[in-house]
């Protein structure tokens, strides 16, 4: 009898590891991520589409959206430039202090964007800030306005462009670069005729990650900003004042709006994936 249960027992099929996994991945995607975005989207047509329309005219929603992408302009710019000439020096150059700066960069990936957002204030406060009275000596206002929240969004969002350029110009080499240096080139056209474009996915890649971050930047602003709605008001920053408010169709029209970005974000990262494998698989030698 205990043979013939166990015989039984032995020929119920098994699901295999190749199911259980994807169906546990997916799950907890299910729950974590799709599920409160499906909320979000609910919550934002509730009252029908004319009510979101409304909302999402409302003029401190503008404001904020304005605000945002302010922030953003001024730190992809910024963060571009800067990501080019730390990969282009760290690939490329050895020298004094690299090791620091490639810690440098990682940096706020391993800080919480409102330390970033203290060390900011305690700089930059006009009573106790240790440039603050520098700053307001010089008629600037940095803390609780705008160019403080951009130097934040500046510095949460610095590494990605930089650690998406290292890799692949120490995967590409610098063979091309010396033959075109041999044949005369100079290193600026050196740098915007053999560097850049042997790197123009990553880039690519790099200005879409860098964006996204930006867009959706919270703690760091937070903190210096105020959270003054029309005047110091992001639109992460909004969402929340407006849930906090108890104006939850707002909120929700705000956070759909915010959610909208980041998905055009996410499906121009797998675009720019699918490029650069495609480009890998034209030039596997390259």
């Known amino acids: 009898m205990p043979h013939t249960l166990q015989s039984r027992l032995k020929a119920i099929p098994r699901p295999s590891a190749a199911l259980i996994i994807p169906l546990i991945a997916g799950l907890y995607v299910g729950v974590i991520i799709l599920l409160p975005a499906l909320e979000v989207v609910a919550g934002a047509f509730a009252k029908g589409i004319g009510p979101l329309v409304q909302n999402l005219g409302s003029e401190e929603l503008r404001s904020a959206i304005l605000l945002t992408l302010r922030c953003t302009l001024i730190a992809v710019p910024v963060n571009t430039i800067f990501g080019l000439a730390a990969a282009t020096a760290i690939a490329r150059r050895q020298f004094p202090g690299k090791a620091l700066l490639l810690s440098v960069i990682d940096l706020p990936f391993s800080i919480s964007p409102v330390v970033v957002g203290l060390m900011l204030v305690l700089l930059y406060s006009p009573t106790n800030g240790l440039l603050g009275g520098i700053v307001s000596g010089l008629g600037w206002k940095i803390i609780f306005s705008w160019p403080g929240?951009?130097?934040?969004?500046?510095?949460?969002?610095?590494?990605?462009?930089?650690?998406?350029?290292?890799?692949?110009?120490?995967?590409?080499?610098?063979?091309?670069?010396?033959?075109?240096?041999?044949?005369?080139?100079?290193?600026?056209?050196?740098?915007?005729?053999?560097?850049?474009?042997?790197?123009?996915?990553?880039?690519?890649?790099?200005?879409?990650?860098?964006?996204?971050?930006?867009?959706?930047?919270?703690?760091?602003?937070?903190?210096?900003?105020?959270?003054?709605?029309?005047?110091?008001?992001t639109l992460p920053l909004f969402v929340e004042d407006a849930y906090k408010q108890y104006d939850t169709e707002l909120a929700y029209g705000a956070a759909l709006v915010l959610g909208g970005v980041g998905l055009v974000s996410l499906l121009l990262k797998l675009a720019v994936e699918q490029l650069l494998g495609g480009a890998k698989e034209s030039h596997p030698t390259s």
């Open 149 to 233: 929240m951009a130097m934040a969004t500046i510095i949460v969002t610095f590494p990605f462009m930089a650690r998406e350029v290292i890799p692949l110009l120490e995967e590409e080499g610098w063979d091309q670069e010396e033959a075109a240096r041999t044949l005369g080139a100079s290193n600026w056209q050196v740098f915007w005729k053999v560097t850049l474009p042997s790197v123009r996915w990553a880039v690519v890649y790099g200005l879409i990650l860098t964006t996204a971050r930006a867009l959706g930047e919270f703690g760091a602003v937070a903190v210096v900003s105020g959270n003054i709605a029309g005047q110091t008001q």
